[in-house]
């Protein structure tokens, strides 16, 4: 075959890779993607898309070499680069990710693909702004692609422009109908009324039938919460049980190494270990909110970050990729020092302003808080609690795309809930007051200036009123509360699992295991 030929062959064997990949088949993509290396191992395409299935996988050292291969094939394709950028950030080396998008974005033209991968990176770094203006740049020129809408959609939830984000969620709708994605954004941006919601819109698509897996399991997460919405407690159930079991089909599950990583570390950071750790970096006091998810951490962290001596940010994973890079690099170090001030370079890369701290709200920091304390000893730790049927009910009802796969099974997710709490009480016992606080989310909601004002005396700060206005903060938000914590604080979340408390039986069974009743009322 020649050139010609091959190079021919080999664009429409990547292309009906990332048609698999799209539809979730990512085994067949990587079948393609080797068949098509076999014979032209110089396809920087076929190399792009490994780097995504690496990184979908959770096998980020796998994406960073097909990742590496693709750049110095195309050194100056922005997808290419863009990929190595996803690699370090997913590493945690966010500095290192931050040149590499600069270094995409001085290759960027008008292709739509490459404007959108950009975009879809400064959004996973947190800059949404920047996210926004390419991901306009793509629609303009392909008005009709549903991904590019449904990124600029996402872009415009993360930085509270609903309306907009809104009206590009039916537009993507349009061109794609079963786009399980934009029907799940679009369910989440307002408080779904009866004269203003999609659920016959969406069971109807569920009745065609003909829908890829991913985009049924989003429809069922999106009716549920309309139906929620409307008081259709029964039905909301269903789909949320319904996309839970699908969901749940589709993930690779090891709960019993995730609890028995809970309980190792309950063993390994004891009070004497704690005390006897080497003196960490002691130049910055940086604060952690941590929790489990869906349990008020974002509130807290907007409240702390109001403060105009506090700058958020977001969701990092900086600290974890620190210690674990430091495990790798010299098994059995007690370089604590190294790793905090390591993890303040990182976590600082997204430019924190001058002479002032900032808040990290990575929720797996609740694995790491000894750690945390040891590597970083003048940083304040809060831990967030949440009424536990509440929490888990939250939880279940939740889609968070690959992470928390204990979460769509009611047994499983009490045992994971029963685990984290003897971690929390363990860090409560081990750790000094000045420096961990738990706060519980009733609180915070019963009175809000009470609470705010325990937490900025907790941190050390002199009071200001603003915080009590962080709804206001024009501040983005890329969690799964971004929506909720541009509202004044409700109490509308408090006792809703009592709406589904006889089919939530088995998750309340399994937790009365070691909860006292009275803490499940």
């Not at 039905?235 to 809970?262: K, M, T, Y």
Request: one cysteine or more.
């Amino acid at each position: 075959m020649n050139a010609t030929l091959q190079h021919a062959a080999s664009v429409a064997s990547v292309d009906t890779a990332r048609r698999a990949f799209a539809s979730g088949d990512l085994a067949t993509a990587e079948r393609i993607c080797a068949q098509v290396l076999a014979s032209n191992s110089s396809d920087w395409r076929a190399w792009a898309l490994l780097t995504e299935t690496a990184l979908l996988r959770g096998r980020p050292d796998a994406a960073t070499v097909s990742a590496d291969r693709a750049v110095a094939l195309a050194p100056t394709n922005p997808i290419a680069l863009v990929l190595r950028a996803k690699c370090l950030f997913v590493k945690g080396e966010t500095r290192q990710a931050c040149a590499a998008v600069e270094a995409a974005t001085q290759h960027l033209g008008e292709e739509p693909d490459a404007l959108d991968a950009v975009g879809a990176i400064f959004g996973l770094l947190g800059l949404q702004q920047r996210a926004r203006e390419l991901f306009r740049r793509a629609v303009a020129v392909r008005p009709d692609e549903p991904q590019y809408l449904f990124n600029l959609a996402a872009a415009e939830r993360m930085i509270g422009a609903l309306a907009d984000a809104e009206a590009h969620c039916d537009a993507a709708i349009a061109c794609d109908p079963r786009y399980g994605l934009a029907h799940y954004l679009r369910s989440d941006l307002r408080i779904q009324s009866l004269d203003r919601n999609h659920i016959d819109e969406m069971e109807a698509l569920l009745r065609a039938g003909g829908l890829s897996a991913p985009s049924a399991i989003m429809l069922r997460f999106a009716l549920g919460k309309e139906c929620e919405d409307l008081d259709r407690w029964d039905l909301a159930f269903d789909h949320v049980e319904a996309g839970c079991n699908l969901q749940r089909q589709s993930l690779p599950r090891d709960l019993a190494a995730e609890l028995g990583e809970i309980d190792a570390i309950v063993r390994a950071h004891s009070r004497s270990w704690i005390e006897a750790a080497p003196r960490g970096y002691a130049e910055a006091a940086p604060v952690f909110v941590t929790g489990l998810p869906r349990t008020g951490t974002t509130l807290v962290e907007r409240i702390i970050a109001s403060h105009s001596a506090m700058h958020s940010v977001g969701e990092t994973g900086a600290f974890a990729a620190e210690m674990h890079r430091a495990m790798a690099d010299a098994p059995g170090s007690r370089d604590l020092a190294g790793i905090g001030r390591r993890y303040l370079d990182q976590a600082t890369a997204l430019r924190v302003p001058n002479n002032v701290r900032f808040v990290d709200k990575t929720l797996e920091n609740y694995l790491y808080c000894g750690l945390i304390h040891t590597a970083l000893p003048l940083a304040k730790i809060i831990l967030v609690q949440r009424h536990p049927m509440d929490a888990c009910w939250a939880i279940y009802k939740a889609h968070f795309r690959g992470k928390f796969p204990f979460s769509y099974h009611q047994t499983e997710l009490a045992d994971y809930y029963l685990a984290y709490r003897r971690l929390s009480r363990h860090w409560c016992s081990v750790l000094p007051p000045h420096v961990l606080m738990e706060i519980n989310y009733e609180d915070v909601v019963r009175d809000q200036a009470a609470a705010s004002r325990d937490i900025i005396r907790f941190l050390g700060l002199p009071w200001e009123d603003g915080v009590l206005r962080f709804h206001e903060s024009p501040a983005p938000s890329a969690t799964a509360s971004a929506v909720q914590v541009r509202r004044p604080i409700y109490a509308s979340s408090v006792g809703k699992w009592r709406h589904h408390a006889e089919r939530l039986r088995p998750l309340r069974e399994r937790l009365a295991r070691e909860i006292p009743e009275a803490e499940l009322a």
